[in-house]
């Protein structure tokens, strides 16, 4: 989609999820649909995230539930930007409808 290239995130700027799951698949290397640790990882470092690597796989250890290796379902993304909520202080708001 045109719109995901267009998505700059910033650590401290509100976003929608939507735009979350946006900015998120402009990481999928492969375009597989699924986020891989690696994957993550490099989202985390667009961000300047400090131990990007570390987060990325402390990421997957809560989000990653059926432990295939890779964020893959909606309830992973949903455990995954919970994570983001609570662990990287990302304000990620409901869609206005």
């Not at 979350?20 to 993550?40: P, V």
């Not at 402390?58 to 059926?66: P, V």
Request: aromatic share 8%; net charge negative; hydrophobic share 40%.
């Amino acid at each position: 989609m045109a719109i995901m290239g267009c998505i700059n995130i910033h650590p401290n700027a509100e976003m929608t999820v939507d735009e979350f799951k946006a900015w998120l698949l402009r990481f999928d290397s492969d375009h597989d649909g699924r986020i891989s640790r690696e994957e993550l990882q490099d989202a985390l470092s667009s961000m300047r995230v400090w131990f990007g690597w570390w987060k990325a796989r402390q990421g997957m250890k809560e989000a990653d539930s059926d432990r295939s290796g890779s964020i893959d379902n909606a309830k992973e993304i949903e455990k995954l930007m919970h994570y983001a909520q609570e662990r990287l202080h990302m304000k990620i708001s409901k869609n206005n409808v």
